[in-house]
Every structure is written in C-alpha cells, then in structure tokens.
C-alpha cells in the first residue's frame, strides 16, 4: 500500500510547491530588470534593413519591388507602421484599407512576413527616420554583367547546378517553354516574373535577397552569386516575351502513360506469380 | 560439436482420430482476433488430400523451402537455396513476393447471420442465417474451409489432387480409388520448428528468431515489416499473413505455457493422445551438412544430428555450452529421443525441403485387405512382412510424405510397428505362430523388452511420459528483476493510461 502511493501519489507536495514558487518569483526578480527595453539602435536597423528589406525596398533610390522609403517614417502612423513591420500578412488578410493599397499599387506582391519583433521594428523605425540612404543599385555590380540566357535556363531546370548548394528553381516553380512537364508547383509561375518585379532592378534585388518566408530558409546559407543572378534574370527578360500558358494537363496525361506502362511491365516481369491453386483445380473439374 | 536443446515433437498417426479438437484449443487460444480468422497454427488433414492451404507439398507452385543449387548450376555442389527468395531474387521481388498463397487456397473465412433467426418477421419460411464473410462483412458463398476434403470429402478433386501420389502409376493411383480399398487417415501439422528453417531465412527484416535455449521459432511483432518473404519460404505453410495488422504470424509452441510447465494447448487436449513432447539434443555443427545432404541420406543424416544425452562427451560439450543441468535432465527423459532415435520409429514430415523439422511422425498402419475365414481375419500370407505390400496405401506414398521418396526407409519403420503389433498378438491373443513373430523381431533388431516399451510409450503412457518439458529458465530471469507481487495489479512499468479498475 505505502508503495504504491509513492509510485503515483501526488506529485505537487504543499512544501515542494512553495519552494518553487519562491525560486520563481526570485528568478522574476532578477530578470525583469534585464527586460526593459533598451534604445533604438541605428546601427542594429541597418544591418536589418540590408539583411531583410534591402531586396525589395531601396531609400531614395526609387521604387523597387516595393516602394522606395526614403520619407516613410514621417508619412505613415508610427504604431501602424511597426504592426506593418511585424505582420503584413494579418493586416492584408483583416483588410486593413492602407495595407490592401499598397499591395495593388505594387502588382499584388504582398509583403512577406519576415518574422520581425517589435525591438527589431523600432530600430528599423530609427534607421529609416534618419537621414540614411542606400547605395545606387544602377552601378551595382550585378547589373553590369549582361547575363547569359542559355546558363540561365540551365540553373533554372538544374542541369547547371548552383555554386553555393541551393536547389534549382525548377523544383519549386514552373516557366513557360520548359517542356511538357514544366516545374514544380510549390512556388508560383515565373514566365512573367520580371513585369511582376518591376524589371530589373526590382527582380535582381529580389533574386540576390530571396526575401520569402519558404525560400528563406533553403537558400539563407546557400545565397545566389551575383553571376548565377545575372543568367537567371536574363533567362527571365526573355520568358517575360512569352505568352504564359494556360494550366496544363501534360502532367496527368503523362503520369498515367507512365503508369499504364509499369502495369504493363510487372506483368510482363512477375508473369509466372503464384494466382491461386484450389480454384484451377476446381476448374478441371468442371 | 555444438550442442543445442530442441523442444521436440512427435506425433503417433495410428492414434488420430481426426476430431479437430487440437485446431480448435489453438484457435481459441490463439487466432481468434480479427485479421486471424483464417489461420489455423494446428490444422488436421485427412490424407490422401489437398491439405491447407490446398496442395501446400506442391513446390512447384508454392516454391517453399530449400533446393540444392547444383539443381540449377551442376558446378555448385552441396550448397542450398531458398527456392522462393534468394538473395537477389528477395531484394528485387522485395515489395511483391510472387509465390504467396491467396486467401482462396487457404478459404475466406465466414460465419452466420444468426440474428436473423431471432430478428426475422413471421412469415411462411423457416428463416436462415447466411453465411457473412469475416473479411468483408458481405454475404458470401461458401466454397472452401480449413479441412473441406475432410475424410475424403470431394475425393474426386481433392484426394486425387494429392502431390504426394507423384511417384505412383496412374495404375496404382487408380487401384487406389477403387471403392473397396479406399482408405485415409489423418495427418495433424504445427509449425515444425525447424532446425534449418526456411522462414528465418527468408526474412528481410530479421524478424524471425529461433530462440536460443529450445529453438522454439517466433516472429516479432516489433519487427516484422510486413514482407511475407516468410509466408513463401516455409514449405509447410505455416506463417500465416495478419491482415489487420499488417503482420505475420505462426505457431508459438504456446511457449508462455512451456515456460509454466504445460504442455501446449494442442498436445495437452489431444483426445487421442497421438502428441510427445520432449528436448532433444543436437549438434548445430552439423546442420549446414545435413540440410545439404542428397535427398535420401536425408531422414538417416538428421537423426545422426540427434545426440544422446546419457553420452558423457555429449553432457560435458552441453555444460560447456551453458546448458542447465535440469534441461539434460529433461532430454534423457524425453519420449521423442526414444521414438525418433533409439527406436528409429519416427519420421519428419517432407524432409526433401530441407528445413530439418523437428516434428517427427510415427506413419499409421493402416489395415491391410484380408478375408475373415472361420471367424479370424486373416491376410494370407506366409512373408513375415508379405502384408506390406498389400498395405492399402501404398509404401510409395507413405516414402512421399515421410522419407524424401525412399521407400526403404519406411519399409523398415513399417516392419518393426508390425513387429511390435504382432509380438502383443501373440501374447494376448495367442493366434499366431511365436516363432514367426520371433523371426520377424530378429529381422527388425527389436528385442522382446524393446517391443514392451514401446507399447507401454505407445498405449499406456501418463501425462508425465508424454510431456518432458524441461524447466525454462526465463521465469526465474523475470523474477530476478522484480517482486512479481509488488507488479501483481499494475500495468508493467507505470501508466501510460491509468485503466479504470482496483485502487
Ligand atoms: S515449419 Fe515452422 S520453422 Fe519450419 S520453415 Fe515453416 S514456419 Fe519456419
Ligand atoms: S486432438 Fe489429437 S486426435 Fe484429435 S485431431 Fe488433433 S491430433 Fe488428432
């Protein structure tokens, strides 16, 4: 009897739980202090802007894939502008009338949710407030090297792959003119990516960043280089020509051929497969 | 030398009465759970037959069991193969073994609607229960069951069938079939706990194991994948594929009951006392030899594998082993070393595919034809062992079944069970000549005390004398971490979910 009520007894004992709680209300003690919120920091917000922003948003620069900052601090709500930081999404989805605007003005490419806290927003805030600019994208570097289409049809279908390791586009997206099966589905249609982008300056900021929130994690550590975004935004000017295609149901039709075709050779190769001995039997009888 | 324990078996033909009460304790016992309905660990066949799953000897279809490879490639000499799945064969048929049974050669399982005969409106009819199907639940036609050709039932399909009429002329076959001398008798199967078992072999996930201390065969549930490799490999069918659980399955030798001290369910309920059990010694050096022997040395091979266990080299080379004492104990005790090795008596089943089982038959003798002169029956010959010949089933069919196509071999079982029979003639009733019945022991090598014991093993035997089973070890093992009292009302090591009795 004694044993068993050691084995499962109660577990939280009165004393056990008041030295818990007094360890924790210690710990509070300690802790909350290193809590309060430091200073924005400028220099914080810059890292952050060129790790994260940087992509799609120059300051003074003109737009990009989306609007140019420089200004932004002053034109908008400051607390409406730290939620925006922190959840684009939500506020599009709770059909907030600024946010669903921007989002048409700039080709329905929503801004993704980057997962930023509101101390990263605030620094953000502090470093777009001040008098920062970012440098001229028309003499990056990247843009100056004319890409090659042919290598960047090859990195997009793999067939080249990419220096730093990522996977290659078609995995994920599929483009006009890539054979009957196209791409994969997980990632949208690229064929029109670089009207989509704004042109050149937006998709190569975009290409080099790879600012979304699926892609993030892929290729954080396996970035492009700038040669391998050159090729692919060559490759993009060109499918941009192209007429996109309308759903194509290649994929099924092949998919079934395929397996007609498998059926048909397990057949072939389990032919002499055990099917039954009594009812042969039976029908001899017959 | 490597000495092992085996818990063996033997069952004695001439004593079953074919009554199904062994299929029916295992089955309760054991596969009365859904997705088991159709698996009968202990079935009982009326031979001649198509036996379970129908035509289960046909390796010609099934492709169970071992084939020496030299009957592919004559440069290969003394290595055997599985028939259904070597290595590379395994791999490549891994996820569609083509030699598997389908339900239909075992029978769908069913059983009745009976609440139809309480539940149905009056009407003019009697009403009926049909039969439902306990696989998909639908109404169903039944047209096959574990023992449909039961005591020849549908002899013309299935008794004709039997492959073990290969070696007979389509004379001597239809000899058979001639009404007067029809005969049968029955043949009960378990899993024979091979020594070379062909499941094991097959499996690809190494789920089977043939335990270490009584080379009882099991499969684990943890491990088994679900590739059936086993299902094909036995040649005596006897793993059986779960449906429900995406297991398989197979005779246990009810080893919880071994390690309790009783005897298997289907052995301890035999009405007709035809089952032994009891350890027997053996040398595992020797399996890859015997298991590759040519096929008739193969009977003789496997008996030489059994070691005596009053032999003091054999003791010592089994302590050296870690055998316990009170397991030799038990093998000297054992009934089945006396049937299947001193007396030479016993026989495996179907040893030409080479699993080495360990479940030995003694063949029945059937009545052989004679006339009934001046109110004694007798069978008109003046050959001590004349009858045989005129046995009603055949010396060839009974060498198919028992020793690999040898007809020697079961010639010389055959004389010493007549010998002993008419030695007791003799004695009790006193009809026949004592100096042919002396002639005859002579020409078997039985002596006068030989033939007493084994009518006493065969008639008289106690429960004790027909089960030696050797104290397993494992109990003490589990007491040794824990007090079993102290877990007597819990569920193994704490609770996962509380169950809703006791305290
Ligand atoms: S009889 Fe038993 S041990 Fe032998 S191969 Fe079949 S299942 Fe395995
Ligand atoms: S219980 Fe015994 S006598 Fe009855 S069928 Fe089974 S083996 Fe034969």
Known sequence: MQQKQLRHGKVFDRKVMMIFLLVLGLGLFIMVPAMTQPAPSIEAGQTLFQQSCAACHSIGQGDLVGPDLEGVVEKRDRDWLIRWLMVPDQMVAEGDSLALEILQQYNNIPMPNLGITEAQAVDLIAYMGGDAQTPDTSTDPTTAISGDTVLGRNLFTGSVAFQNGGPSCMACHSIAGNGALGGGTLGPDLTKVHTRFNGQAGLTAALKGLPFPTMQGIFNDKPLTDNEVAHLYAYFALTDQIAPEPVNWNFVWIGLGVFIALTILCHLIWNKRLAGVRKPLLGGMK | ?503
């Not at chain 2, 009460?21 to 001649?48: F, L, Q």
């Not at chain 2, 050709?149 to 002899?155: F, K, L």
């Not at chain 2, 297991?247 to 089952?275: D, M, N, W, Y």
């Open chain 2, 1 to 503: 030398m490597d000495v092992r324990a085996q818990v063996s078996m033997m069952f004695h033909l001439d004593k079953c009465i074919g009554c199904h009460t062994c299929s029916v304790a295992c089955k309760n016992i054991w596969t009365d759970r859904e997705g088991t309905e159709y698996m009968w660990w202990n079935n009982v066949e009326t031979k001649p037959g198509t036996g379970y799953p129908t035509k289960w000897e046909d390796q010609e279809k099934y492709k169970g069991g071992w084939k020496l490879k030299s009957e592919d490639s004559p440069e290969d000499k003394d290595k055997i193969k599985l028939r259904a799945s070597d290595k590379g064969r395994g791999f490549a048929n891994l996820f569609h073994q083509p030699n598997l049974p389908t339900i239909d050669d075992y029978y769908e399982p069913w059983t009745y609607k009976y609440n139809d005969l309480f539940d149905s409106p009056a009407g003019d009819d009697q009403p009926t229960a049909r039969p439902i199907s306990l696989i998909t639940g639908e109404p169903m036609d039944i047209e096959a069951g574990p023992n449909w050709d039961d005591d020849m039932g549908g002899s013309t399909v299935y008794a004709a069938n039997d492959p073990d009429f290969a070696d007979l002329t389509m004379a001597e076959k239809k000899a058979f079939f001639e009404m007067e001398r029809m005969v049968f008798f029955y043949l009960p199967r378990i899993c024979n706990h091979c020594l070379n078992p062909g499941c094991v072999a097959a499996c690809p996930s190494g789920a089977l194991h043939k335990r270490g201390e009584d080379g009882i065969v099991l499969v684990n549930q943890n491990v088994c994948r679900g590739w059936r490799h086993c299902v094909a490999a036995c040649p005596y069918k006897k793993v059986y594929y779960n449906w429900k659980s995406g297991k398989s399955e197979k005779c246990i030798l009810c080893f919880p009951r071994l390690e309790t001290g009783q005897a298997p369910a289907c052995f301890h309920s035999c009405v007709g006392r035809i089952r032994y059990l009891g350890v027997v010694l053996y040398d595992a050096d020797l399996i890859e030899s015997t298991a590759s022997a040519p096929e008739d040395e193969l009977v003789d091979l496997q008996r030489e594998m059994i070691l005596d266990p009053s032999d003091p080299d054999v003791i010592a080379q089994a302590k050296r082993g870690g055998m316990h004492d009170s397991v030799i104990d038990a093998a000297q005790k054992s009934p089945v070393y006396r049937f299947v090795k001193e007396w030479e008596l016993a026989l495996p089943l179907h040893p030409e595919f080479r699993t080495l089982p360990m479940l030995f038959y003694i063949p029945p003798l059937l009545p052989v034809l004679g006339r009934l002169e001046n109110g004694t029956y007798t069978i008109d010959e003046k050959d001590y062992f004349g009858s045989l010949d005129k046995a009603r089933v055949p010396m060839k069919y009974m060498a198919r079944l028992f020793t690999a196509g040898n007809e020697e071999h079961v010639r010389k079982t055959y004389e010493k069970l007549l010998a002993v029979r008419m030695h007791k003639r003799v004695e009790q009733v006193g009809d026949l000549n004592q100096d042919d019945v002396d002639g005859m022991l002579k020409a078997t090598g039985l002596t006068v005390e030989m033939c007493e014991e084994i009518y006493r093993l065969t008639s008289l035997p106690t429960f004790e004398e027909r089960f030696v089973i050797p104290p397993m070890h494992r109990e003490y093992a589990t007491e040794l971490m824990g007090d079993p009292y102290t877990f007597k009302a819990e569920t193994g090591v704490g609770f996962a979910n509380k169950p809703k009795r006791g305290l």
